[in-house]
């Protein structure tokens, strides 16, 4: 089994600056693409940047140029740089990695998520 165990999330004043971390681990798996979610009360959870095994990124409107999605390989973690906070990136923020791993003579793809780290930007 593979865990993500998330870290950094706190209170922040707006303008300010958070940088997340998700860190895999278990045994005999590698991380595909890795994932930033965000979620609010009473709405759906909002993707808000990818990035692939070969490091390339993607961000929502809403944070590009603000948010820096990165990963470090070697130590199977994943990060998220928050600049510029804003209250509306208060929220509960959710790691998910797509991971495979060995099973069998073959190999099986599995969605992982951590357990969320909230967020609060104050004004």
């Known amino acids: 089994q593979v865990q993500l165990v998330e870290s950094g999330g706190g209170l922040v004043q707006a303008g300010g600056s958070l940088r997340l971390s998700c860190r895999a681990s278990g045994r005999s798996f590698v991380i595909n693409a890795m994932r930033w979610y965000r979620q609010t009360p009473g709405k759906q959870r909002e993707l808000v940047a990818t990035i692939t095994s070969g490091g390339n990124t993607n961000y929502a409107d809403s944070v590009k140029g603000r948010f820096t999605i990165s990963r470090d390989n070697a130590k199977n973690t994943g990060y998220l740089q928050m600049n510029s906070l804003k209250p509306e990136d208060t929220a509960v923020y959710y790691c998910?990695?797509?991971?495979?791993?060995?099973?069998?003579?073959?190999?099986?793809?599995?969605?992982?998520w951590g357990q969320g780290t909230q967020v609060t930007v104050s004004s």
């Open positions: 998910n990695a797509d991971i495979i791993k060995p099973d069998g003579s073959g190999y099986v793809r599995s969605d992982y």
